[in-house]
Every structure is written in structure tokens, then in C-alpha cells.
């Protein structure tokens, strides 16, 4: 299949009036936004967290000690997508 160029304008000719200062158009500004934010369950639960255990996990994990069961693994996905 063969896309033909009917517009009669060569696309790099069309390029260039785009970027020509008479042919550019402005953007208006953008909207302000209202900040907002949201705390996940899970950031939630976080927060009441241990730092020593997290520290200790964290440890874990970058010295390649800390594995997971793939049962538990499994299980806690299927958990988290059932609802009660």
C-alpha cells in the first residue's frame, strides 16, 4: 500500500512555515492546578512501621539474603485481588 501526498504542500515546506515567527502560534498559559495528595493503604500501613526491621530488610534484600516464599508470593497476590 502507497500513501500518496495530496495536500499539495511539501511536508518539509510546511515544516518550515510552522516554525516561521509569522506562522507560530502560542499556547496560552497553562490552568493553575490545585495541589493535592493521596496517601495509598499501603503508604498508610507504613507508617506505623518499625524503621529497625525496615533498616533490617532493607539490608536483606541489597545483600541478596532475603527471599520469599512462592506460595506466600502467590498468595498474598490472589488475596490482594479478591475482595471480601
Known sequence: ????????ANPTQAAD???DGA???TNPPPKEL???SVVSPAAELAQGA???RL???RSAVE???YSV??????RSIVDSHIKP
Open 1 to 8: 500500500m502507497r500513501i500518496e501526498n495530496t495536500g499539495g
Open 17 to 19: 512555515r510552522a516554525t
Open 23 to 25: 506562522a507560530k502560534t
Open 34 to 36: 490545585d495541589d493535592q
Open 50 to 52: 518499625d524503621p529497625q
Open 55 to 57: 533498616e533490617a530488610l
Open 63 to 65: 545483600t541478596g539474603q
Open 69 to 74: 516464599s512462592s506460595d506466600a508470593l502467590a
